[in-house]
T-cell receptor, first 117, second 116 residues
């Protein structure tokens, strides 16, 4: 149990376009989902926390208008990179937890590699 | 603020050697959770273990073992008789408590290479 999927796994887009990444919890309901960004050979950086039905909470330094997060259901959260630029190229990983309680483990998706030309 | 330090950036061993990955953490919370994740070249994070701050009992799972020492704020991970398939980046992470809730703070990761 506790499987999280992401789609697409890889995406290449032109500068200026928007890209949507989906994160789904396949066999459990996730009240809370997290979005991370990872640069090559670097650690994971938390971008935002989203709770189903609420606005996402963004970490300091993360642009809300550029990285739009929607968590409309208990099994789906989306991250939209708007007006993408080459510096947005990165590995984006989501995770899902049944609740926001600290006792709940986060289960990670396989990640989405975004390349902006 | 919470902080996790993995001082070993890269480790290279020969198959069947034992290897220990170090993790040191900082937190002001009295209740917190520690994690280890494995990230193979495919990129997916694989959950290995979670420990809470009140449970200092060491744990063994097959070739994996973890040593939690609250006195030194360390949560080290040992792989016994390493195998080539153990090659990956390993992350130690910290969450929980009054200041951070369920947010995970990751260390910088240790790249483990097991050579045949």
């Amino acid at each position: 149990g506790a499987v999280v999927s992401q789609h697409p796994s890889r995406v290449i887009c032109k500068s200026g376009t928007s890209v949507k990444i989906e994160c789904r919890s396949l066999d459990f309901q996730a009240t809370t989902m997290f979005w991370y960004r990872q640069f090559p050979k670097k650690s994971l950086m938390l971008m935002a926390t989203s709770n189903e039905g609420s606005k996402a909470t963004y970490e300091q330094g993360v642009e809300k208008d550029k990285f739009l997060i929607n968590h409309a259901s208990l099994t789906l959260s989306t991250l939209t990179v708007t007006s993408a630029h080459p510096e947005d190229s990165s590995f984006y990983i989501c995770s899902a937890a049944r609740t926001s309680a600290i006792t709940d483990t986060q289960y990670f998706g396989p990640g989405t590699r975004l390349t902006v030309l | 603020a919470q902080k996790v330090t993995q001082a070993q950036t890269e480790i290279s061993v020969v198959e069947k050697e034992d290897v220990t990955l170090d993790c040191v953490y900082e937190t002001r919370d009295t209740t917190y959770y520690l994690f280890w994740y494995k990230q193979p070249p495919s990129g997916e994070l694989v959950f290995l273990i979670r420990r809470n701050s009140f449970d200092e009992q060491n744990e063994i799972s097959g070739r994996y073992s973890w040593n939690f020492q609250k006195s030194t704020s360390s949560f080290n991970f040992t792989i016994t008789a390493s195998q080539v398939v153990d090659s990956a980046v390993y992350f130690c992470a910290l969450s929980g408590g009054e200041t951070s809730g369920s947010r995970l703070t990751f260390g910088e990761g240790t790249q483990l290479t097991v050579n045949p």
